[in-house]
């Protein structure tokens, strides 16, 4: 007996848009189902054409159609959605977020990370990247790079394709479940970025209000270093979000950190606490960046020490790669500690809501 439209439709529902993480049947993006004896061919409206991941469509509609009893073949093609259809997509898409934060795409329940220090060279970005990928085993996650002047986050996660743009809305890329956005994706390697205030606050606030983040649990942000724009920039958009300040054991890199905990402070952040990064060397134990940085800096901005992540050199190799260490080697002595972190800041008791204020008293006269 030949399969009906509907046992099609039936098992089509199990397709998922790796990008959008919604069934392609909810999305109305079969186009087409002809069925001759036993033969099917399914046709999908893409968002974009040469969509980079043709190849999970097609592997998804074998493993869910392809293994019907009643299908003994079936093939694929490709349209492309019309204008009407891409409106029509967006509005779907953007009320999926139950509890909208005002002017955000971000669900209001979804808990916002910001990972900060006062200085570059302490393995923030690496951390954030692993971090990100430790989240995303727990629960839908993303990761922002926020770092403007200093994006890594694309090379570290190994994600090179450009976001998908639906009527203004941004489909960031995918990368085993993580969602990822950056400046980076949308400039020729190596550009300068030449901005000032206002042209990075308008940035961060678009990757805020236009990117299709989806019911989140979690969302990282990797901070660029110090205390300037986009520290400020964060704590007005995002005046719940949660702070962690990395420092290493380095006394010199843990009085730089302090000025990063208190700019979270005096942004509405709550400080969560203190990650020292680099802590020992895996394998010997040997101190090479000193001690006791981050108890030092626990203690100064009465906050709890999360965790110690020791220092492994396969670390930046993976990073190198676009692997992260978490996931390449799960077993490894570092990538347990980062696991630990994620952990125990997911049972910390959280700030509920995200939302704007409009302006902020950060300095005093």
Known sequence: MA????????????????????????????????????RVEVTIALTVPGC?????????????????PSVQSVSLSFDVMTPEEKTVLTAKLRGTVTERAEGLSLDARTRVIAIASGKGGVGKSSLAANLAAAFSQLGPTGVLDADVYGFSIPTMLGIHQRPIVVDKMIVPPVRDGLKVMSIGFFLDENTPIMWRGPMLHR???????????????????????????????????????EAVVVTTPHRAAQQVAVRAAQMARKTNMRLIGVVENMSRMVGSGEELFGSGGGDALALEVDAPLLGRIPFDPRLAAYADEGEPIVLAEPDAEVSR?????????????????????????????
């Open 52 to 68: 980079p991941l043709r190849a999970s469509f097609e592997e998804q509609v074998a493993q869910t159609v392809g293994t019907l």
């Open 337 to 365: 500690a980062i696991v630990s972190l994620a952990q125990t800041i997911s049972e910390t008791t959280r700030e509920q809501g995200v939302g704007i204020v409009k302006s902020l008293p950060l300095v005093s006269a």
């Open 203 to 241: 940035a961060l606030e678009q990757f805020l209000s236009d990117v299709h983040w989806g019911d989140l649990d979690t969302l990282v942000i990797d901070m660029p270093p110090g205390t300037g724009d986009v520290a400020i920039s964060l704590g007005q958009l995002l005046p719940r979000a």
């Open 3 to 38: 399969a009906t439209r509907e046992e099609i439709l039936h098992a089509l529902e199990d397709v998922i848009d790796p990008e959008l993480g919604r069934s392609v049947v909810e999305l109305d993006m079969v186009r087409d189902i002809s069925i001759e004896d036993a």
